[in-house]
């Protein structure tokens, strides 16, 4: 179908979304279109979407990656990702809605017949997720019924997870996405093609370990991967990987998804997508999920539904906390292959969703505090790549020293330079202006070497009005640099106007440009080369001393 | 005459760039009006004018991306507007107080929730003071603050000592 396209994800982004409804989809297109762009490049994590939306899906893991490396950057980042996110809802409102109308991806074969039955509400619910980003709650509830045949695919779970996540990549979107959002979102997604969409957005390193995973998983205890493969994916949300849940998703959906059709279902993928989130409560949604999957299937799964049944019954209680703990939870009683899988890829260090390694306290406290601590060292280690010579510093402690000594130096630096200009008058013309901006820009790295060194030096009364004296026997040489011809004039122009030491700092200057050489501007010093003659050209310092200093005598 | 034209660098929209056109743009109109500063008080006066300058100018540079660089205008911009003193004491202005708040509310919730993941011995507290606008940042948002705050202190001393090796002041 049209929608399937990879190419077309604006294209059947509008069209699709007048079928389905007028509410909304309009102003949803264009961010469409911007967010399939921004993701094609990105992420692996858009595979959900890249299904028969795989335009749709490429394009929010390319904004999905895009956000992710943009956040060591900072605000661009996360604006990008609120934008991405907002694309998303409606992208997969559209999805749905394509989906709904085309009813075809094959992929979507084993969701196709409950998105026929229902279509109407899921485009309602589709149209609701937009809106629902700032508000309410209300429409999802009600879609929960018909989007409980999506809500059973666990891809599902991880589109929506993701969704929350790039949300939460942002920073400020959390508020916004709320359960409903995050569900219609996964449910348009799992409509679409679950499993496709899976496939496409994780990356490919994930996807094969999410594949061997899925395999050993799936053997092993089916409800388990549903569990643990979007906890994985949640985990790696934010770092633009999720290649698990196309992997997994697929591999699962088809035999799951017809099982795990019951209403709760789709509270559990919503609450699968706010432990991505990790700011909304929704803890139906993942327990549910949890418990869905594993009585779906049974085996090693026994052991987890109960744990998850009964999480799911103090998630609805808790919240966040508790969807986060189940998810770490399920890695860590889950397969050992998932958890393996899971290993190797660090949970992400942004606050989005955070996966208790073995051993490590599942606390909501404790997670909420190792995220922050790992996005406070992640930021120490920036630091410690601005701060020159700290290299070798380790340890928090010893680092703030020196990021404080540093800053403190810096500011100190800035104090004395302006003390520095604030001794002198110099005039500055516009011209001037602009050369010396000239200068400034082009000056290079041997200079303010030089200078620093000169820093120590006592400063002797400003010498610049030295210069005028020297300029027009300079000029009257017939020098031919063009630039000099402007500074020259200039240069005298003012130079002249001032009234600074005159012949009596000859002697001084001499000294100060033995110790201190003057860094003229290029012009003046080619100038003054040119000349004399016996100055070689360097790159300011050297020649204009000593070439004053001849002048002088 | 006219050599507005005079490229910049590499890259004139470059941080360095806009920097150096506001800073040289200040400084022509401090050093516009006043002759060759004969008293101390005077040599002190244009040292402050010309350090909010460097400061002014950067945080411009920056815009309003930076919650340092947002700070830092505020408080310039009080500091013209209300003379130099004002900075000092800011008292009982609206901003103080919503600051004050701010800077409380912080802190207790740093004190529940963060359970000095990075105590240090205050050093976070003196990053706080050095760092424009940090009294009023999480840590990790005030440590990404203080990185970006340092890439452009680094540069102003940099423009700043290429200005001071140009106007050949030894």
């Known amino acids: 179908m049209e929608k399937d396209s990879n190419s077309a994800a604006p294209g059947w982004n509008p069209s699709s979304l007048m079928q389905s409804n007028e509410l909304h989809c309009a102003p949803q297109q264009l961010p469409n279109s911007y967010f399939s762009a921004n993701w094609d490049n990105s992420m692996d994590q858009s595979d959900p979407f890249e299904s ?15 956000g992710a490396t943009a956040f060591p950057g900072g605000e661009g980042g996360g604006d990008m990702i609120r934008e991405v996110i907002g694309r998303l809802g409606s992208i997969c409102n559209s999805g749905d809605i394509s989906s709904l109308s085309y009813n075809n991806s094959t992929n979507n074969s084993c969701y196709s017949t409950p998105l026929n039955s229902s279509p109407p509400t899921k485009l309602n619910l589709s149209m609701v997720d937009p809106q629902m980003r700032g508000n309410l709650p209300v429409p999802a509830p009600s879609s929960h019924p018909t989007l409980a045949p999506f809500a059973a695919d666990p891809g599902f779970v991880e589109r929506a997870a993701r969704f929350s996540s790039f949300g939460n990549f942002g920073g400020g979107l959390n508020g916004q996405f709320n359960l409903n959002e995050a569900e219609l979102a996964y449910r348009s ?8 969409l899976s496939r496409a957005s994780s990356n490919q390193s994930l996807r094969s370990q999410m594949g061997g995973v899925q395999e050993s998983s799936i053997k092993s205890s089916s409800p388990q991967d549903g569990n643990a493969i979007p906890d994985k994916k949640f985990s790696r949300f934010s770092r633009s990987s999720t290649p698990e849940n196309g992997e997994l998703g697929d591999s699962r959906e088809g035999s799951s998804v017809s099982e795990q059709i019951p209403a709760g279902d789709l509270s559990v993928k919503a609450e699968n997508a706010s432990n991505s989130r990790k ?7 993942k327990a549910k999920e949890t418990s869905s999957s594993p009585s779906v299937k049974n085996g090693k799964a026994v052991t987890e539904e109960q744990p998850n049944a009964k999480r799911s019954k103090t998630d609805e209680a808790s919240g966040n906390e508790k969807e986060t703990q189940k998810s770490n939870k399920e890695p860590n009683g889950g397969s050992k292959a998932t958890k393996d899988s899971s290993e190797p890829v660090e949970p992400p260090k942004d606050y989005i969703h955070v996966r208790a ?26 630091l410690q790549d601005l701060v020159p010579g700290c290299n070798k ?8 020293d020196e990021i404080i000594n540093y800053v403190q130096s810096l500011q100190r630096q800035v104090e004395f330079l302006s ?22 820009l082009q000056s290079q790295g041997a200079l303010q070497n ?16 030295y210069q005028p004296q020297q300029l027009p026997a300079l000029h009257s040489n017939g020098i031919s640099n063009e630039t000099e011809t402007q500074f020259p004039v200039t240069l005298n122009a003012s130079l002249t106007q001032n009234s600074t030491m005159q012949s009596p700092a000859f002697d001084r200057f001499g000294g100060a440009n033995l110790q201190a050489p003057q860094f003229f501007e290029d012009d003046l010093q080619s100038m003054i080369q040119m000349g004399f003659g016996q100055i070689e050209q360097q790159s300011l310092h050297g020649s204009g001393a000593s070439a004053q200093m001849k002048v002088e005598h | 005459m006219n050599s507005r034209s005079l490229l910049l660098s590499p890259n004139p929209n470059s941080l360095k760039s806009r920097f150096t056109k506001g800073l040289l743009r200040a400084l022509s109109r401090i050093n516009k009006h006043r002759q060759q500063p004969r008293s101390s008080r005077e040599i002190r006066k244009r040292h402050r004018l010309i350090k909010a300058a460097a400061y002014g100018s950067m945080a411009s540079s920056v815009g309003n991306r930076r919650a340092w660089s947002r700070a830092l205008l505020w408080k310039i911009r009080n500091q013209t507007r209300r003379g130099y003193a004002a900075t000092r ?9 919503s600051m004050k708040k701010r800077i409380c509310d912080l802190q207790k919730g740093n004190n529940s929730k963060n359970r000095v993941e990075v105590g240090g011995l205050g050093q976070v507290d003196k990053l706080r003071r050095l760092v424009p606008g940090g009294q009023v940042m999480h840590t990790c948002s005030l440590l990404e603050e203080t990185a970006h705050y340092m890439k452009c202190l680094a540069t102003q001393v940099k423009v700043m000592t290429r200005i001071v090796e140009v106007y050949n002041i030894p």
């Open chain 1, 52 to 66: 028969a939306l795989s335009s749709m899906v490429s394009s929010p893991a390319a904004s999905n990656a895009v």
């Open chain 1, 189 to 196: 997604m799992l409509k679409l093609d679950s499993g496709k």
């Open chain 1, 279 to 285: 700011r909304k409560t929704v803890p139906r949604g």
């Open chain 1, 357 to 382: 390694r073995r051993g490590q306290a599942t606390d909501s406290h404790s997670l909420a505090e190792r995220v922050r601590r790992e996005k406070i060292s992640e930021r120490m280690k920036f």
């Open chain 1, 393 to 400: 510093v380790t340890g928090k402690a010893v680092m703030l």
């Open chain 1, 419 to 440: 003390m520095k200009l604030s001794t002198v008058n110099p005039r500055m013309d516009l011209n001037m202006e602009a050369l010396l901006s000239k200068e400034i």
């Open chain 1, 450 to 465: 030089a200078l620093y060194q000169l820093d120590s030096a006592v400063p002797v009364s400003f010498p610049f009005g």
């Open chain 2, 89 to 97: 004491n800011i008292g009982s202005s609206t901003r103080q107080l």
